[in-house]
T-cell receptor, first 115, second 115 residues
Framework: DAGVIQSPRHEVTEMGQEVTLRCKPI?????LFWYRQTMMRGLELLIY????????DSGMPEDRFSAKMPNASFSTLKIQPSEPRDSAVYFC?????????????FGPGTRLTVT | AQKITQTQPGMFVQEKEAVTLDCTYD???????LFWYKQPSSGEMIFLIY??????QNATEGRYSLNFQKARKSANLVISASQLGDSAMYFC????????????FGTGTRLTIIP
């Protein structure tokens, strides 16, 4: 089975530009998570969806960030306008709620650099 | 609120020795899950092991075992017969079993295996 797929793997953009990160969860999984990893703040949840519905978006930094999940096999995280402090690795993860452990499987991450 | 504490920023261990990575947690949830993830230098997050708060036995997965002491609120990861490939960052994480699925991560421990 294919794991979680993220694109692009690397993104370099200038401040003020719009950035869109993409994620395809593992087929059959019904929960999808977006995390951000930085040296200063570690790994933190931005938002998660269950059955395509946003459940917890309390970690979304501000209105510049938005996330969508139009169907069970695709999600996007958009930053508009981007700022240098948004530079981080963004991970998408998915899980199957209902299993006893329903561990989250992570994608390879998108390394975002905003100059 | 949930909190994970990993007090060892870095550890150096001789190859083939066993190693224990510490993790303590704090939560008011009656039921929860504890996870360990490995992050090698390549950056991906790899799920290692899971322990449910009501599990009677400590979890084991190959060379990984979780030393779960509920009264002390600790969930230490034990790696037996360490190998050079075990060199990585290790993150302890927690999730409530009901309601919010998000993982709360510790700050991680960087493990280096010395040949």
């Amino acid at each position: 089975d294919a794991g979680v797929i993220q694109s692009p793997r690397h993104e370099v953009t200038e401040m003020g530009q719009e950035v869109t990160l993409r994620c395809k969860p593992i087929s059959g999984h019904n929960s999808l998570f977006w995390y951000r990893q930085t040296m200063m703040r570690g790994l933190e949840l931005l938002i998660y969806f269950n059955n395509n519905v946003p459940i917890d978006d309390s970690g979304m930094p501000e209105d510049r960030f938005s996330a969508k999940m139009p169907n069970a096999s695709f999600s996007t995280l958009k930053i508009q306008p981007s700022e240098p402090r948004d530079s981080a690795v963004y991970f998408c993860a998915s899980s199957l709620q209902g299993q006893s452990s329903y561990e989250q499987y992570f994608g390879p991450g998108t390394r975002l650099t905003v100059t | 609120a949930q909190k994970i504490t990993q007090t060892q920023p870095g550890m150096f261990v001789q190859e083939k020795e066993a190693v224990t990575l510490d993790c303590t947690y704090d939560t008011s949830d009656p039921s929860y899950g504890l996870f360990w993830y490995k992050q090698p230098s390549s950056g991906e997050m790899i799920f290692l092991i899971y322990q449910g708060s009501y599990d009677q036995q400590n979890a084991t997965e190959g060379r990984y075992s979780l030393n779960f002491q509920k009264a002390r609120k600790s969930a230490n990861l034990v790696i037996s017969a360490s190998q050079l490939g075990d060199s990585a960052m290790y993150f302890c994480a927690m999730r409530a079993n009901f309601g919010n699925e998000k993982l709360t991560f510790g700050t991680g421990t960087r493990l280096t295996i010395i040949p």
